[in-house]
């Protein structure tokens, strides 16, 4: 059974830092592009940053410079460290994969197939 699931989520003070994990099982990450996604309270969905399997990344404007995302295939991960952490980060985030072999990184929720429950973020003093 393919699965994600996300970890890593907490309450940070405004400029401190945290570092989401996704984890898969049942399929091998190697294979797939993966995104994360958050939605906050209110808002659409939107996306955050993404790796294709060739390792090229993405990053939306509004998390560019601060957060960075990376995959370890061997531990069947992959992460998003989040720095300089703001209130406006504050949100749910998931990590989503897709079968694929392309470079280019995936950057719309519909390119995705398989998504994690989510982990909470919040960004308050």
């Known amino acids: 059974q393919l699965q994600l699931v996300e970890s890593g989520g907490g309450l940070v003070q405004p400029g401190g830092s945290l570092r989401l994990s996704c984890a898969a099982s049942g399929f091998t990450l190697g294979y797939y592009a993966i995104g994360w996604f958050r939605r906050a309270p209110g808002k659409e969905r939107e996306g955050v940053s993404s790796?294709?399997?060739?390792?090229?990344?993405y990053y939306s404007d509004s998390v560019k410079g601060r957060f960075t995302i990376s995959r370890d295939n061997a531990k069947n991960m992959v992460y998003l460290e989040m720095n300089s952490l703001k209130p406006e980060d504050t949100a749910v985030y998931h990590c989503?994969?897709?079968?694929?072999?392309?470079?280019?990184?995936?950057?719309?929720?519909?390119?995705?197939?398989?998504w994690g429950q989510g982990t909470q973020v919040t960004v308050s003093s």
């Open positions: 790796i294709s399997t060739s390792g090229n990344t």
């Open positions: 989503a994969a897709v079968q694929s072999i392309g470079t280019v990184p995936l950057t719309a929720p519909s390119d995705y197939y398989y």
